[in-house]
Every structure is written in C-alpha cells, then in structure tokens.
C-alpha cells in the first residue's frame, strides 16, 4: 500500500493513528489530513523526538493501514460471496 491509499483513506485510518500517537488531537489528525510530510511534522512537535525515529514509526503504520485494507477486503469478499 502507498502513501496515496493511506491519504485517501484518511478519515477511516485517522483514529488508528490517535491511538497510536495519543498526543494527537483531532484537530491535529485535520491539519495532517493524510499527508505523511504533516504526520511526521505534527509527531515532532508532539513529542520532540528526531525525525528519523518517527519515519521509522509511520513506516510501521503504513504496514499496519496495509493489512487492515487486507483484513477489511477479506471480510467483504466473505460477505458478499
């Protein structure tokens, strides 16, 4: 999964990210609104932690939006076969 399904997928993934990352507030998940540049950004000015530490992180959550597309996919095709 790319960046881009992430960003388009946004609204439905943004709650994930605020259980990652509780010091985000919905207002910050709004200005982010899927763009990683701002995710990474808004994760520095959270928690004062280097850049590098928090690509690694949204690197994990990219993974992690992949395999709920998956999972969510599955549970349709299950669905509506």
């Known amino acids: 999964m790319n960046w881009d399904t992430i960003e388009g997928n946004w609204k439905q993934l943004k709650g994930n990210a605020k259980e990652k990352w509780g010091k ?7 200005i982010i609104a899927g763009k990683r ?13 280097a850049k590098g530490e928090f690509e690694k ?9 992949r395999l709920k597309a998956i999972k969510d996919a599955e ?7």
């Open 24 to 30: 985000l507030t919905d207002d910050d998940l709004d």
């Open 37 to 49: 540049e701002r995710l990474i950004g808004k994760l520095q000015e959270k928690y004062g932690i």
């Open 75 to 81: 549970k349709w095709s299950e669905n509506n076969i």
């Open 57 to 65: 992180q949204v690197d994990e959550f990219q993974k992690y939006a």
